[in-house]
């Protein structure tokens, strides 16, 4: 590991200019690439004091041997000179989308004498015109497939248009009508490039023309009572019609543009692209990255555009880039996308509208692609096996935590405390073991308390079941007398063998202060902090730091993140109820049906309140017993708060439309 300060250059080395830096290791291997407004600042950054960096950066920084910097003219030089070297060089410590799967594309080959349209996947070729991409390659052809009847270009590959040639036949599509044969000549080059062209605009979303251009070519023949040739030509309209059907319409016509969205943790995102060409998606696609460095959402949307547009030009970038936040340098980026093009490009965070709708939707689908990511990650056998035993490694376990049980204390300003309990069982959860507390020992705030309560509740229950059970036997078996009804032991009565607590230092000392009490030795304990994903034991005063890429890092995550969606929603509930409760709650036997007739009858709480037993006697169902201890349980009831209107802050009377 190299000290950063024997590598700083020195003081008035750096110019304060635009330009690009690289850092390279002990073997001269470039592992990271930046770019920077000012050269002298930026990297000033990097050589503070390594406790006040992120931890990525720091590892980076002591990871390289040497730093190096170009000088450019302008800040869209640096950010094109930045994307190449990416590309060159493949820095293990910048950030590098990933296609999570190869994308078809529909491709027209207008390089060639007589285009092709077909199928394509891999790097793109100068002088094709590119549509897509693509979810399915069937979806491709069945477009095509409509799209021949109006446009019928050549869709054979070069060894068979030679063959047809020599033979002087065209292929099967030739006598159908769906190419029309330039290989026997039956148009010339130039009528058969103009097919071609007018392939490429329908497909470019410039679709009325040809719709418009058809029917009234149908009206005309109708009209001279040439009906075969009306008829052929409504059924070509119907034809476009159905290749139209295909692509939703979702913003007005004749738009072009890119929406890109993004779904992120501690450690990966997730980004998706809907291409929306003359009002249509006319593809998508997604791809996920490591967070292998320090970087914000503003900078994963300029590595997206990176990406995406780093070797397109023309057409292919669209006049209107949607985003969900601003790059840091979002007029160099703008720049540099308008030049790419060859015209202006408007880059963007839509704010209202259709446009607006439609990248909740992309976002949607990218948090989608990394929820799907997780799983098929968490899924693999060998991969949660290799995720426990790193575990064990990290925290020197004496065997892989086959049973792990996080612990998470959730409330609002210290109102509803609540707590949850989550199960993973050889690296999967385990639903039937969840379990939600209540904080009971104290009110308010204090999280640490809390975790210890918890702890010390959920052993003591432990050791009770253990205690009423008996000792386990040397299997770790329990006969069906010691079980519940169903065979297997209650709720408390499995030990984990790893506590994970959603926190740091602090959480992890009262958990660990809490199976000291009890005498309980054989439990190992962590925490793992959020936000900088460290995990922390009992005692120590610095963390564990799992590599980035660690699979127990990923599974100690998962575990905490479970626990923590486990107790916000048991605490919303919670709350929930609370706000809805009734002094009707406190009378047994008054279920739902009955409270509600009492409302309907009286109109609200307060008329009920004001009734008296005869009158309460009047409303169906309810006799001189059930309507005095209606009248007991509201005359003994403090009285509630006044109801506010959360989105207006308007007090709300209690004669309104109060329910029980």
């Avoid at 199928?119 to 497939?145: C, L, N, Q, S």
């Avoid at 998508?284 to 292998?292: A, E, H, I, L, N």
């Avoid at 799907?372 to 490694?393: G, M, P």
Wanted: with cysteine; glycine share 8%; net charge neutral.
């Amino acid at each position: 590991m190299a000290d950063p300060s024997s590598y700083r250059p020195k003081p008035g080395q750096i110019p304060d200019s635009p330009g690009v830096y690289k850092f390279r290791d002990e073997h001269r291997r470039v592992i990271y690439v930046g770019k920077a407004k000012s050269l002298k600042q930026r990297l000033a950054n990097y050589f503070q004091p390594l406790v006040s960096l992120h931890p990525r950066t720091a590892t980076m920084v002591t990871t390289a041997a040497s730093v190096e910097w170009t000088v450019v003219s302008t800040e869209v030089e640096a950010l094109q000179l930045e994307y190449t070297w990416i590309k060159e060089y493949d820095p293990r410590f910048n950030v590098k989308y990933r296609d999570d799967k190869s994308y078809p594309y529909l491709a027209v080959t207008l390089n060639e004498e007589f285009p092709r349209v077909q199928v394509m996947r891999g790097h793109k070729k100068k002088g094709v015109r590119y549509f897509g991409p693509y979810a399915h390659a069937w979806a491709i052809r069945e477009t095509v497939d409509l799209m021949l009847r109006v446009f019928p270009v050549r869709t054979c590959s070069a060894g068979v248009f030679r063959n047809a040639a020599s033979a002087g036949r065209p292929c099967l599509l030739g006598y159908i009508g769906k190419c029309s044969a330039p290989c026997v000549g039956r148009v010339t080059p130039e009528e058969h490039r103009e097919l071609a062209d007018e392939f490429c605009d329908f497909m470019a979303g410039r679709t009325g023309t040809y719709i418009r251009r058809l029917e009234k070519g149908m009206t005309a023949a109708a009209e001279d009572m040439e009906y075969e040739k009306a008829a052929r030509l409504r059924d070509d309209i119907g034809a476009l019609r159905r290749a139209m059907e295909k692509s939703a319409v979702v913003l007005a016509d004749a738009t072009d543009a890119d929406l890109i969205a993004l779904a992120e943790d501690e450690l990966e995102a997730a980004v998706q692209i809907f291409h929306v060409r003359g009002g249509r998606v006319r593809g998508q696609r997604g791809w996920v990255t490591d967070k292998v460095e320090a970087v914000s959402t503003a900078g994963l949307v300029e590595h997206a555009l990176q990406q995406l547009y780093g070797e397109e030009s023309g057409d292919t970038v669209p006049k209107e880039v949607l985003v969900p936040a601003l790059p840091e340098d979002a007029e160099a980026v703008t720049l540099w996308l308008s030049g790419r093009r060859g015209s202006q490009v408007s880059l963007r965070v839509p704010q209202r509208g259709d446009k607006k709708d439609l990248m909740t939707t992309v976002a949607r689908n990218a948090q989608q692609a990394l929820v799907l990511h997780k799983t098929k990650r968490a899924s693999d056998l060998t991969t949660r096996s290799r995720a426990l035993e790193e575990i064990a490694e990290a925290l020197d376990l004496e065997s892989a935590p086959l049973r792990i049980e996080c612990f998470d204390i959730s409330h609002l300003q210290g109102e509803d405390v609540v707590a949850s309990m989550v199960v993973f069982e050889d690296g999967l959860p385990r639903k039937s073991e969840y379990r939600r507390f209540q904080i009971k020992g104290f009110e308010g705030q204090d999280d640490v308390r809390s975790m210890h309560e918890v702890i010390g509740r959920r052993f003591r229950r432990y050791l009770a079941e253990k205690e009423r059970t008996g000792e386990w036997g040397e299997e770790g078996e329990v006969t069906v007398d010691e079980a519940g009804d169903d065979g297997r032991p209650k709720r408390f009565a499995y030990p984990p063998q790893l506590v994970v607590v959603d926190g740091g230092q602090p959480q992890v000392a009262a958990a660990r202060r809490a199976l000291d009490e009890l005498g309980i030795d054989d439990v190992a304990v962590c925490g793992l902090a959020k936000r900088l994903e460290e995990v922390w034991l009992p005692g120590e005063d610095d963390p564990v730091v799992l590599p980035r890429s660690s699979e127990g890092l990923y599974l100690l995550q998962r575990v905490r993140d479970t626990a923590h969606d486990f107790a916000i929603r048991y605490q919303r509930s919670k709350r929930t109820k609370r706000l809805r409760s009734s002094p009707l709650d406190a009378v047994p036997g008054l279920g739902d049906t009955r409270k509600q007739a009492l409302i309907k009858h009286f109109g609200s709480v307060k008329r009920l309140k004001q009734a008296t037993i005869e009158q309460i006697c009047e409303v169906p169902g309810f006799g001189r017993k059930t309507a005095e201890a209606v009248a007991v349980a509201l005359a003994q009831a403090a009285p509630a708060a006044p109801a506010v209107n959360t989105a207006t802050g308007e007090i709300m009377e209690d004669d309104g439309g109060t329910t029980a």
